[in-house]
């Protein structure tokens, strides 16, 4: 059964200083991993489709890598607004379901 | 504009009533979706439909009924609501092609409370 798993649960940052959000995978057969941002009382927003292992996306302080297994998240020199719960999410060649982590809770203090 | 728009944003309601959610998208999309995010923020899949024809329909009780009546249009009847139905309900909608893996567009949301 495809599974994703998101550590750590929350991540506590001052502003600037970097770190990493990990999505460990299990799919049979990866059609796309995903990464959502989501506020509070809002719906997730759509960051990045990664499709295949080595492939790299950006966007302004994030970047999302991807391996055969896990991919990352990386956010450089985070601002407060960055604060928001960042979600993975995997679609297998199987169908059209989308199977969403548990998610990381990222608090950056000014 | 609203992409993706859901109606009521908060629902509260008693055991055993039925109550219906409404969700519109107007970004030209052919599949819409649910989704439930219970209290410990994990989104599950409930129910998919691609050109009104329903493709995912996940393991939820048949109190649950989804209802496709166009492209842009997917609602959610719930019948005789217990207190487990608590939760966040999301709609989205995405543009399904075979080479291209295009992310989901997530209305706003609707806080479910049964008491």
């Known amino acids: 059964e495809d599974q994703v798993t998101q550590s750590p649960e929350a991540l506590r940052l001052q502003e600037g200083e970097s770190s990493s959000l990990n999505c460990s995978y299990t799919?049979?057969?990866?059609?796309?991993l995903f990464w959502y941002r989501q506020d509070p009382g809002k719906g997730p927003e759509f960051l990045f489709t990664?499709?295949?292992a080595g492939e790299e996306k950006e966007k302004e302080r994030l970047k999302a890598t991807l391996t055969k297994k896990e991919s990352f998240l990386h956010i450089t020199a985070p601002k407060p607004e960055d604060s928001a719960t960042y979600l993975c999410?995997?679609?297998?060649?199987?169908?059209?379901?989308?199977?969403f982590g548990a998610g990381t809770r990222l608090f950056v203090k000014a | 504009d609203t992409a993706v728009s859901q109606t009521p944003k908060y629902l509260v309601t008693q055991m055993g009533n039925d109550k219906s959610i409404k969700c519109e998208q107007n970004?030209?999309?052919?599949?819409m979706y649910w989704y439930k995010q219970d209290s410990k923020k994990f989104l599950k899949i409930m129910f998919s439909?691609?050109?009104?024809?329903?493709?995912i329909n996940e393991t939820v009780p048949n109190r649950f009924s989804p209802k496709s009546p166009d492209k842009a249009h997917l609602n959610l009847h719930i019948n005789s609501l217990e207190l487990g139905d608590s939760a966040v309900y999301f709609c989205?909608?995405?543009?399904?092609?075979?080479?291209?893996?295009?992310?989901?567009?997530f209305g706003s949301g609707t806080r479910l409370t049964v008491v």
């Open positions: 439909y691609n050109n009104k024809e329903l493709i």
């Open positions: 970004l030209g999309h052919d599949t």
């Open positions: 990664l499709y295949s």
């Open positions: 989205a909608s995405s543009h399904w092609d075979r080479r291209e893996n295009y992310g989901y567009t």
């Open positions: 999410a995997v679609q297998g060649t199987g169908g059209f379901k989308t199977i």
């Open positions: 799919v049979s057969g990866l059609r796309g």
